[in-house]
């Protein structure tokens, strides 16, 4: 089965940029979604189809992809963007919705 | 505006069968394309997707879990209810409904979540 991994934690000082990693085998033939989750919360979707935003998410937030590693790009990150965030694809091989295990973004 | 909201028991005991339901409002199930799927998610762990329904009553599930998965739609009352048979403490998580937006790959909108807890 597909498998997506992600570093645990990502640390980042207010007004820098942090950047999620999201390996998967080829994943820059997929479509790659990101969600942001904030503790006792459900996920947000905050980008989809690799760099779209949904409305109402801030342009601080964008994507990229490509290769076996797409990236969720946070600019300027804020104090309130400290959260939990997952990258997810849709394994067509499988016919299975695929979730990485998440990395905490930290703002020092 | 669309919601969700997922309802039903707070505790199972081993063996049993959980039933939980997701009532919806802000879209139709009956639109081409649209899907409300179940997610869940242990404590401290990811995200696992189990089951989607689809507008054409079309069903899919985990390959992991589909033995003891059946999820249905009730388009008049705009429901979507996911039985899982044969319980495990493994199974404690909070269980999420969402929203497939039409022809997409992606959840776009999520229920606050329902903590089911699975202990004798």
């Known amino acids: 089965s597909y498998e997506l991994t992600q570093p645990p934690s990502v640390s980042v000082a207010p007004g820098q940029t942090a950047r999620i990693t999201c390996g998967g085998n080829?994943?820059?033939?997929?479509?790659v979604n990101w969600y942001q989750q904030k503790p006792g919360q459900a996920p947000v979707l905050v980008v989809y189809a690799d760099s779209d935003r949904p409305s109402g998410i801030p342009e601080r937030f964008s994507g990229s992809n490509s290769g076996n590693m797409a990236t969720l790009i946070i600019s300027g990150v804020e104090a309130g963007d400290e959260a939990d965030y997952s990258c997810?694809?849709?394994?067509?091989?499988?016919?299975?919705?695929?979730f990485g295990p998440g990395t905490t973004v930290t703002v020092l | 505006q669309i919601t969700l909201k997922e309802s039903g028991p707070t505790l199972v005991k081993p063996t049993q069968t959980l039933t939980l339901t997701c009532n919806f409002s802000g879209f139709s199930l009956t639109t081409v394309g649209v899907g409300v799927a179940w997610i869940r998610q242990p404590p401290g762990k990811a995200l696992e997707w189990l089951a989607l329904?689809?507008?054409?009553?079309?069903?899919r599930y985990s390959p992991f879990l589909k033995s003891r998965l059946t999820i249905t739609k009730d388009t008049s009352n705009n429901q979507v209810v996911l039985t899982m048979t044969n319980m495990d403490p493994v199974d404690t998580a909070t269980y999420y409904c969402?929203?497939?937006?039409?022809?997409?790959?992606?959840?776009?909108?999520w229920g606050q979540g329902a903590l089911v807890t699975v202990s004798s």
């Open positions: 997810q694809v849709w394994d067509s091989n499988s016919d299975n919705y695929v």
């Open positions: 329904v689809y507008w054409n009553d079309d069903k």
């Open positions: 080829n994943i820059g033939r997929q479509s």
């Open positions: 969402a929203y497939r937006a039409s022809r997409s790959l992606r959840f776009d909108k």
